[in-house]
Nanobody
């Protein structure tokens, strides 16, 4: 069993920045790949970024590449999502997720089915 708790969401103006955090508990954090997803009202859950267990490998969606950066601190059992140059279309509920089956970004890290535990989400709202 892994518990994930997201924080750091809020209301920000377009062009601003936020840093989301996801604290994990329950298992050896560095053994697992992690991901961030988001879901806007009326839309499907969308992949944002993923990171390997060591933190060496990362993968970002084209829609956020160059603006968002995923990172992790295994000593703190925490994964981060630094979001810069925010746009109104980034407004969504942001979720972190863990793949307890592998530390690697193999297969399809963009797919929600790769992840077996999810947090409750943190709301990000970007005003124009």
């Amino acid at each position: 069993q892994v518990q994930l708790v997201e924080s750091g969401g809020g209301l920000v103006q377009a062009g601003g920045s936020l840093r989301l955090s996801c604290a994990a508990s329950g298992r050896t954090f560095s053994n697992y790949a992690m991901g961030w997803f988001r879901q806007a009202p009326g839309k499907e859950r969308e992949f944002v970024a993923a990171i390997s267990g060591s933190g060496i490998a990362t993968y970002h969606a084209d829609s956020v590449k160059g603006r968002f950066t995923i990172s992790r601190d295994n000593a703190k059992n925490t994964v981060y999502l630094q979001m810069n140059s925010l746009k109104p279309e980034d407004t969504a509920l942001y979720y972190c997720a863990v793949n307890t089956r592998s530390p690697w970004l193999t297969g399809t890290p963009r797919s929600p089915t790769q992840y077996d535990y999810w947090g409750q989400g943190t709301q990000v709202t970007v005003s124009s």
